[in-house]
């Protein structure tokens, strides 16, 4: 079984930080992409940022120009820097693996437990 394990999670009032980290296997079969993704309550998953192995993001337009998503290699890391923070990002995030630049969950076979973020004052 493939192991995710997402940490950075928390509580941070409205137009506050926080950054997720998400370590992974060195080796996922046929799994080249890292992506993050989020429920929130009552809600569909959805892709929030995705990555290549050699760089080249995808956003969703909810959160261009305020999420970085990065990763580090030699430390099989997957990063999300998220900045000004909204309520409405309040959710449960999630890291994952797949093969494809996609926002779809459908692509993304391995997954990590997740990581709560509340954002509220």
């Known amino acids: 079984e493939v192991q995710l394990v997402e940490s950075g999670g928390g509580l941070v009032q409205p137009g506050g930080s926080l950054n997720l980290s998400c370590v992974y296997p060195?080796?996922?079969?046929?799994?080249?992409?890292r992506g993050w993704f989020r429920r929130s309550p009552g809600k569909a998953r959805e892709g929030v940022a995705v990555?290549?192995?050699?760089?080249?993001?995808l956003y969703a337009d909810s959160v261009k120009g305020r999420f970085t998503i990065s990763r580090d290699n030699s430390r099989n890391t997957v990063y999300l820097l998220m900045n000004s923070l909204r309520p409405e990002d309040t959710a449960m995030y999630y890291c994952?693996?797949?093969?494809?630049?996609?926002?779809?969950?459908?692509?993304?076979?391995?997954w990590g437990q997740g990581t709560q973020v509340t954002v509220s004052s």
């Open positions: 994952a693996a797949g093969r494809a630049l996609s926002l779809g969950e459908q692509w993304y076979q391995d």
């Open positions: 060195a080796y996922i079969h046929g799994s080249t992409y």
């Open positions: 990555i290549g192995f050699g760089g080249s993001p």
